[in-house]
């Protein structure tokens, strides 16, 4: 630990200049998640606003203050334990995935067949209960799966969710309006690749969000008469329990569970995967007690009237490079909980263009893409790519079945032979795609024991496989006996040939020393995952910064 990030002897700083930074990426990301659900409830479910924004907001702002703080309290005590000041805390805020889950697989078909959307919102109300519970379940579970998986297999699964669902919508929609997104990816890039600082020390993120506000509002992108609209909407809401709502919801609880189970287990494997990743950054949390938290967020915010399910952000190390620390994270949860308990979203998003805010998005996906390969051994480069792919065939598949839905068709109607005489693979990538988090991991595990020459332990990771798809977790649209039975017997076979490998091979030295390809060298070894701890000392070495030179703490 070098002498400047020793704690002094003051104690650990409540806030930085970084943490400005970190606030102003954190706070506007969990603020434009927050407007597309709170427009998904109103347009897609027809939940009245008032009950939106009187209900379902203040529950949820209860839930991310609740979350950020105690991840406030998580960094500062491992900071007090390590005796530093550069130890970051996790962002928290509404799954992203979940959000669309929920509206569009749970809520709209109760709300279509029904007529009822305040039964709709019930079965999402019981739906993010039981994605909560797994979550609690998986915290006993998941330091174990952490200890036994590749960390290439970790972070290249996280890759994969970054580079697809977190940064190319954010890109599409910069590129929608490119004479604002642009010169604010700019300011970002520079601020956070380089030693660059702004005149005044000016934090970056409140620059980037100024410069692209007034750029569009100059551009005539805003206007006027819709901010005034949507002030008449702020209004002051706190949070009732909905117990009510929720034991009604669980009353019918079958159906929901075909989603939930798989859900729940990609909540708490994705929450696993990020703590991999702030780990592969220098900050090594413990999982069991991350896990806790995402597992009892989703259940008290379901209890208040939020179908959404909280959870631990992709983006740890992003955030650290802006130079966030603790207190970044507290301020972004206090902030979004004042926005939901005044009602204040629409206003807001009458004020801030969109392509202003997203950009950060892209600077997060990024991050974490460059991460994966920065945080393994070279030789592993391979499994990070394939564990990339599962999450790479879920986004192709899902763009493909919402622009069908536009045309008034689906991919069943269409039929497999006229979308593969187009080039379009697609009952390939929706198997791929299915359970796309579990599969990367099984995926990127077995890749890595192959170049480790581990042929057993591949054969075991596909047996793992094997029993993901035949029950249904991976490969296949539900949970079901036999789900992916085809898919199950390759991954047996599999097996299969790496248990003959490892026969073939059966008392020589197991590793990537002597693999054929690339020379490697003695540091380049396979390396554990970090252990599931909070060790007391020096801590683990950051991996290094995606720049080409040295990247200044924008604090």
């Known amino acids: 630990m070098s002498s400047s990030t020793a704690a002094p002897r003051g104690g650990i700083a409540w806030w930085t200049r970084g943490d400005t930074n970190a606030f102003f990426g954190l706070a506007f990301n969990i603020l434009v998640n927050v407007l597309t659900l709170t427009g998904l409830m109103i347009a897609v479910v027809g939940v009245p606003a008032g009950d939106v924004l009187g209900t379902v907001l203040p529950a949820l702002g209860v839930a991310l203050v609740a979350g950020n703080v105690y991840y406030t309290y998580l960094a500062r005590r491992l900071a007090r334990r390590e005796n530093r000041t550069d130890v970051t805390a996790l962002p928290y805020g509404p799954s992203v995935p979940h959000m669309f889950i929920v509206v569009f697989v749970i809520m709209l078909p109760i709300y279509l067949e029904t007529g009822d959307y305040l039964r709709a919102w019930e079965a999402g109300l019981a739906w993010a209960f039981v994605i909560g519970v797994i979550v609690l379940i998986g915290a006993f579970v998941g330091p174990y799966i952490r200890r036994v998986t590749p960390r290439a297999a970790m972070l290249g699964t996280l890759a994969g969710i ?50 692209g506000t007034a750029i569009g509002w100059i551009g005539g992108a805003m206007s006027v008469p819709d901010v005034s609209a949507a002030a008449k909407d702020v209004a002051f809401a706190l949070p009732d329990m909905r117990i009510d709502m929720l034991l009604d919801g669980l009353a019918d609880l079958a159906p929901l569970l075909a989603t939930a189970i798989p859900l729940g ?29 995402d597992g009892a967020g989703a259940v008290v915010g379901s209890a208040l009237g939020s179908p959404f399910p909280p959870a631990v952000y992709i983006g740890h190390p992003g955030w650290k490079d802006a130079g966030g620390r603790a207190g970044y994270s507290m301020a972004s949860g206090v902030f979004i909980a004042v926005l939901c308990f005044l009602g204040l979203f629409g206003l807001l998003s009458a004020l801030l263009p969109l392509p202003a805010i997203v950009p950060i998005l892209l600077y997060i996906g990024l991050l974490i893409g460059a991460q994966a390969f920065q945080a393994v051994p070279r030789i592993h480069a391979a499994a990070v790519v394939i564990a990339i792919l599962p999450n790479m065939a879920s986004w192709a598949a899902g763009l493909i079945d919402n622009s069908l839905a536009a045309a008034g068709t689906s991919a069943a109607e269409v039929g497999s032979d006229a979308l593969n005489g187009a080039g379009v693979v697609y009952d390939g990538l929706n198997t791929l795609g299915q359970g796309a988090v579990l599969a990367g991991l099984v995926l990127g595990a077995i890749v890595t024991f192959v170049i480790d020459k581990r042929f057993v332990a591949a054969a075991v990771a596909a047996g793992v496989g094997a029993a993901l798809s035949f029950i249904g977790l991976v490969h296949a649209p539900e949970v079901a006996w036999a789900a992916a039975p085809e898919v199950a017997l390759g991954y047996l076979l599999l097996g299969v040939v790496c248990l003959g490998y490892g026969l073939l091979r059966r008392g020589e030295p197991a590793g990537p020393v002597g693999t054929d390809g690339p020379a490697l060298h003695a540091e380049e070894a396979a390396t554990p995952p970090a252990a599931d701890a909070e060790p007391v000392g020096t801590p683990e070495v950051p991996a290094p910064r995606p720049t080409a030179g040295a990247v200044a703490d924008p604090a």
Do not use: C, K
């Not at 690749?193 to 020390?201: E, K």
């Not at 994705?270 to 990743?277: I, K, L, Q, W």
């Open 265 to 293: 287990v990609y909540n708490f494997t994705e929450a696993m995967s990020n703590v991999e990743s702030a780990a592969a950054a220098g900050d090594d949390y413990n999982l069991r007690s991350v896990l806790l938290a």
């Open 162 to 211: 970054s580079l697809t669902f977190i940064a190319m919508r954010p890109a599409a929609q910069m590129w929608e309006y490119a004479w604002i997104g642009l010169p604010v990816l700019a300011i970002i890039l520079i601020g956070f690749f380089t030693d660059v600082r702004l005149p005044g020390n000016v934090p970056v993120g409140l620059a980037a969000l100024l410069v």
